[in-house]
């Protein structure tokens, strides 16, 4: 006979996919989550694991930076929360440029502006993307003659 797992392991786990699921669909990292909500990425991947719950502050940021309510994230109530739609990224906000502002953060003023420097250059220097090819129809029409 399997004994159930301890309601505070279920809830872990329940808590941990809805964190997941949340970020994924606003396209962040735990990395991201993590700097919002103010918390070690450690602690937020070990939430998102089921390993362990957020306190009560927490667990209202969390809700604030992943859109949802706290009802979504530990699983009570009808259904779950729709992201609304102005919180997901804009297409822009890829992964690299993320990771790219967290490491501009640290830096010293001095170094900033010599890091806009660079990037103003390197901008003004590089010619525009040209846009992606457009599909051709795989199938043509012959024409009747």
Known sequence: MRVPAPVNEKLN?????????????????????AERVGIA????????????????????????????????????GPGSAQVSPQASPR??????????VRALRDLEP?????????VRTVVSVMPPTPPAPRKKPSARKRRAG
């Open 13 to 33: 786990t329940v808590f941990g996919a809805a964190a997941r699921d949340a970020r994924l669909r606003l396209g962040l990292t735990q990395a991201d989550v």
């Open 91 to 100: 297409q822009e906000d890829s992964l690299e440029l993320r990771r790219l």
């Open 110 to 118: 001095r170094q900033l502006k010599a890091v806009a420097r660079v």
């Open 41 to 76: 990425m450690e602690v937020y991947s070990r939430m998102e694991r089921g390993r362990m719950l957020p306190r009560a502050q927490t667990l209202r940021r969390l809700c604030d930076v992943l859109a949802v309510s706290s009802d979504t994230l530990l699983g009570v």
